[in-house]
């Protein structure tokens, strides 16, 4: 199984798949895969034996069903490369573990407070500019972690106001942003050298990880439940409280399918029933006091 993971690194990680998604795949076969399947052989490898490991991380459901996939993918390939009979896939019916879908919003208020925070952190000259520069893109513009994390001067159009990734989750993308957005990049500091937009503590290198920044952040303000990926959810939920349409989001975040951005569709209803409210409550007191209980007379 060693050996089989050292060829699917080289001929299928390194050669297939974008960065981010090679650097989880490393890690779920580091941490996980191979600890408890390494010392098995290719052929005696058993439906019973990923079955087993699928079941021993059923308390990390999410990260089990990720590994499931990691071992599904290097088995089609052993097969595709002879080293297993066709149609022998081992991981072949094991069910995934259900994922609960975890959608956090930030409210106006935690907004002012992270705001807040970041504001403190400026002042204070102990954070990089550049992590709190990328906190605050993140929020402004609905971006991924890795599309701003990875952004370079040379992606950004102010004169016409976007991004121009060449490469994100979704293929090339075309980012618009807002003018607090542009602003922001008109006022950040360029490094002579450096090409990234959110640069780290090495010359000519890019801010490699944002995680411990936003860990000390969302403390700070009281927040400890926010992931970054909430300040995209927050930007969608924001969009739709604006009354933007669900076509009009998707293209403000991205999005290939329609499937993805539906699944806002939820909090459109909010400002529809709030309005229903407020236009219920003029009419009632125009009618006056209705009763809502029937009397003995009725």
């Not at 705001?115 to 403190?120: A, H, P, S």
């Not at 991205?254 to 209803?269: I, K, M």
Request: hydrophobic share 40%.
């Amino acid at each position: 199984m060693r050996e089989l993971a050292e060829r699917f690194d080289k001929e299928h990680i390194a050669v297939r798949l974008k960065p981010s998604t090679a650097n989880e795949y490393r890690r779920n076969l580091r941490r996980f895969i191979l600890p408890a399947l390494g010392q098995l052989t290719v052929t005696g490898i058993t439906r019973a034996d990923v079955a087993k490991f699928h079941h021993d991380l059923r308390h990390i459901p999410y990260q089990a069903n990720r590994c499931l996939e990691v071992i599904s993918k290097m088995f089609s390939l052993a097969e595709l490369w002879g080293l297993r009979p066709d149609g022998t896939n081992p991981r072949k019916h094991i069910r995934k573990y259900p994922e609960e879908k975890r959608e956090r919003f930030l409210s106006a208020a935690e907004l002012r407070q992270i705001g807040e925070v970041l504001r403190e952190m400026e002042a204070e000259g102990i954070e990089l500019p550049s992590a709190i520069l990328a906190a605050r893109l993140l929020i402004l513009t609905g971006c991924r972690l890795n599309e701003i994390m990875r952004l370079q001067w040379a992606h950004v159009d102010l004169a016409e106001r976007v991004l121009r990734l060449p490469d994100s989750k979704t293929g090339a993308k075309l980012v618009h942003l807002g003018q607090p957005a542009v602003e922001l990049l008109r006022e950040a500091r360029r490094i002579d050298g450096n090409p990234w937009v959110i640069t780290g503590t090495l010359p000519g290198k890019p801010l490699s990880d944002l995680q411990p920044f936003w860990q000390r952040a969302r403390a700070r303000a009281g927040v400890k439940d926010v992931r970054i990926h909430d300040l995209r959810h927050t930007f969608a939920s924001t969009a739709v409280a604006a009354g933007q349409g669900l076509p009009m989001i998707g293209k403000l975040l991205g999005h290939t399918q329609v499937q993805t951005t539906a699944r806002y569709a939820h909090l459109a209803a909010d400002p529809v029933r709030m309005a229903a409210d407020a236009v219920a409550q003029n009419l009632r007191q125009s009618l006056g006091q209705l009763r809502t209980r029937p009397t003995i007379f009725d």
